[in-house]
């Protein structure tokens, strides 16, 4: 796994070197702007006749950019920059960057406060570097920022934007005004701002480079959460024995299904069994149990009667390893009764989806949830869970899973674009692939019960954050960002298990 830092781990990282290891700031700088040089030299070599505009602020990340125009220049490619403030304003290692480009023949034109000029240089330009604000930015930008951010946007150009796109906070919460970037070019690691929905939108493609020193948490430097990859996945998965049978490979037990609902649990089956159960078995409600029995193939059902509701729970726990509960499953008495009843017995890692999650924001459920129990939230049910909105749960991810997993005291997988796992006493889990066409009725469904089936073998932590790894990579095979059906996510997921499947 890769560590995601914030804006004051990257602080510390960089302190680190600079204070401790005795590097010059500016080695470190002329790094950076080396890296993305190169990797800028890569984008404009795909254009017959490059035309560079470099749009640098005074800080640090304008020093990058000036580097940057340096090395454009000696390598014969037209550049052109402007700064946005005056002179006086930058300082320290910029300065030194600025003075290193200008004595090459580089020129520093000065940005109005107008931004015409700015317009008026992106007409003529193919590429434009973003190298304004870095990390270090904490504040909505003011009007003429926003006006500069619009003007690159609204450009005829491949923007690039180095570290982050500006007005992007490293933190991962939301902003108002954001450079839509092609590529990003950020510096020893990604930051908590490009693993979000808004940072995966507007980053473009990222490439990491590293500064000339390890690009891995040294001295004080805090992880703020880890990026996990198919590869971390592969490595924890281990074959089965040549002689394991249907039970020894995971009997995964789903409770679900209302008149109206069926589809939810049969899929959260189906999903356990591409995931890699050898045995699902569906729990539904007397008054489901015949339309759910009739479309089941390769999974069982069983009933629970409402006059002997408790006692159907309990027996239908036995001989099972993990359970998915709550897709289908209504939020009336009975649901509840259900809910509370499978809580208070189940001696298996447990798994709580849809309905169930609306019965533990509403309090129905009056309970202490298992420990290692696992919530899959999507943003709306996260914000039921908060007593908030939707909006405030998306502006905030990494603050709202903390806020979760504090209230809960349970794994929590919130999901959407670059979903993220936390629990208590670990530092979180981000998936770093956001894939539209998974936003289809019943998607979640599956991803629960590919959960349900790895919580067998894995510590439910990590069954949660490996079924969001597999559930992520099943949409990047869609070739369309519409159309994939819930069953086509769990046929992908099979396919995935079966080695025909690597992410892209």
Not at 28 to 40: F, P, Q
Not at 456 to 478: K, N, S
Not at 490 to 498: H, K, L, P, T, V
């Amino acid at each position: 796994m890769r560590a995601v830092l914030s804006r004051d781990a990257i602080r510390d990282f960089d302190r680190y070197w600079i204070d401790k290891c005795n590097i010059d700031g500016f080695i470190l700088m002329e790094n950076a702007g080396r890296g993305a040089a190169d990797v800028i030299q890569s984008l404009v070599a795909r254009e017959p006749n490059p035309r560079v505009l470099v749009l640098c602020g005074p800080g640090n990340n304008g020093g990058d950019g000036f580097v940057v125009a340096r090395r454009l220049r000696i390598a014969g490619i037209p550049e052109r920059l402007l700064l946005t403030e005056p002179r006086g304003r930058v300082r320290g290692d910029a300065q030194r960057a600025m003075s290193a480009y200008e004595a090459t023949g580089g020129v520093v034109q000065i940005l109005g406060e107008d931004v015409n000029s700015l317009r008026d240089a992106l007409i003529d330009a193919t590429h434009a570097v973003d190298a304004v604000f870095g990390t270090g930015l904490d504040r909505e930008l003011s009007s003429r920022y926003a006006t500069i951010v619009a003007c690159l946007n609204d450009a005829d150009v491949h923007r690039v934007a180095l570290d982050l796109p500006s007005g992007l906070f490293a933190n991962g919460v939301s902003s108002e005004h954001v450079v839509n970037a092609h590529d990003t070019v950020t510096f020893s690691f990604p930051k908590l701002g490009l693993r979000t929905p808004q940072g995966f939108r507007c980053a473009g493609h990222l490439h990491v480079v590293d500064i000339g020193v390890p690009s891995e948490p040294i001295g004080d430097v805090s992880v703020s959460a880890w990026e996990i990859s198919e590869a971390d996945v592969r490595r924890w998965i281990e074959p089965r024995a040549v002689d394991t049978h249907k039970y020894a490979a995971g009997h995964v037990g789903v409770i679900g299904g209302a008149p109206g609902t069926t589809g939810a649990p049969l899929l959260s089956a189906i999903g356990s069994l591409r995931a890699g159960a050898g045995v699902a078995t569906i729990a539904a409600r007397s008054d489901a149990y015949a339309t759910l029995a009739g479309r089941a193939l390769e999974v069982m059902v069983r009933t629970l009667q409402a006059e002997s509701i408790v006692d159907d729970v309990i027996a239908f726990l036995a001989g099972k390893h993990a359970l998915v509960v709550g897709p289908g499953l209504g939020c009336d008495s009975i649901a509840d009764q259900i809910l509370e009843t499978v809580v208070s017995h189940a001696a298996v890692p447990l798994v709580l989806d849809a309905d169930a999650l609306t019965l533990v924001a509403k309090g129905a459920a009056r309970f202490s949830l298992p420990r290692g129990t696992v919530l899959t939230p999507h943003p709306g049910e996260a914000a039921r869970l908060l007593g908030t909105t939707a909006s405030v749960v998306e502006a905030d991810r990494y603050g709202a899973l903390a806020a979760l997993v504090s209230r809960t005291r349970a794994i929590v997988v919130l999901k959407g674009a670059c979903t993220l796992i936390g629990a208590p006493s670990e530092t979180p889990v981000v998936v770093p692939l956001a894939e539209p066409a998974l936003a289809t009725a019943g998607s979640g469904d599956v991803l629960a019960g590919a959960i349900g089936a790895l919580a067998v073998h894995l510590a439910p932590f990590q069954a949660a954050a490996a079924g969001a790894v597999v559930h992520a990579i099943a949409g990047t095979h869609w070739k369309s960002d519409r159309g994939m059906l819930a069953s086509d996510i769990a046929s992908e997921i099979g396919q995935w298990f079966d080695g025909r499947r690597a992410s892209v």
